[in-house]
């Protein structure tokens, strides 16, 4: 079955640094682009940005460039999602997603939350 | 780059049908797009692919009554005899080589 597992929900303060993850299994994962969605609560879904983890190939939507990092472990099949300093403001739910020609597959999600 | 413009709800009754609507901004009339489902609570679901030519290629296990459509700039998206789990966001999406973006998304009530 192709599936893509997230880390679970994660409570930081503000400052802090996060890193999270998105694994992939039962497809070849250096072969299909991987991205990232940010779903701030009650509001809609918005691209952060994409990585090819077969050359680590990565784009980032203009409001998210500098804010985070994406980056991909093809040895482990595993997408991240990272920041160096978290701000209330990213207190949000965040999707991976494997994009194809045919299909998307979509993680089940991994919440954080950013409070003082 | 490409924007989507959705209604922000819609309804109808359980059994009936529903058309929601996807329109693209000017001088992207000719993109492909994608439909996603949000049920409450849950993650998006991949819905289908949908041309300009009105050709869609849908996703393992969505029902037949999941349709796509297009018109022009517009992309629609028909869901016939209305179940209750079909209450949802349904958000469009569209990409060119540098960007990836989503429309505000439609909340369908199935009274």
């Known amino acids: 079955e192709v599936q893509l597992v997230q880390s679970g929900a994660e409570v930081k303060k503000p400052g802090e640094s996060l890193k999270i993850s998105c694994k992939g299994s039962?497809?070849?994962?250096?072969?299909?682009?991987i991205g990232w969605v940010r779903q701030m609560p009650g509001k809609g879904l918005e691209w952060m940005g994409i990585i090819y983890p077969g050359d680590s190939d990565t784009r980032y939507s203009p409001s998210f460039q500098g804010q985070v990092t994406i980056s991909a472990d093809k040895s482990i099949s595993t997408a991240y999602l990272q920041w160096s300093s978290l701000k209330a403001s990213d207190t949000a739910m965040y999707y991976c997603?494997?994009?194809?020609?045919?299909?998307?597959?979509w993680g089940q999600g991994t919440l954080v939350t950013v409070s003082s | 780059q490409p924007v989507l413009t959705q209604s922000s709800s819609a309804s109808a009754s359980l059994g009936s049908s529903v058309k929601l609507t996807c329109t693209l901004s000017s001088g992207h009339s000719s993109y492909i797009i994608a439909w996603h489902q949000q049920q409450p609570g849950k993650a998006p679901r991949y819905l289908m692919k949908l041309e300009g030519s009105g050709s869609y290629n849908k996703g393992s296990g969505v029902p037949d009554r999941f349709s796509g459509s297009s018109s022009g700039a517009d992309r629609y998206l028909t869901i016939s005899n209305l179940q209750s789990e079909d209450e949802a966001d349904y958000y469009c999406e569209t990409w060119d080589s540098n960007t990836r973006v989503f429309g505000g998304g439609t909340k369908l009530t199935v009274l």
């Open positions: 039962g497809y070849s994962f250096t072969s299909y682009w």
């Open positions: 997603a494997r994009l194809s020609a045919t299909s998307y597959i």
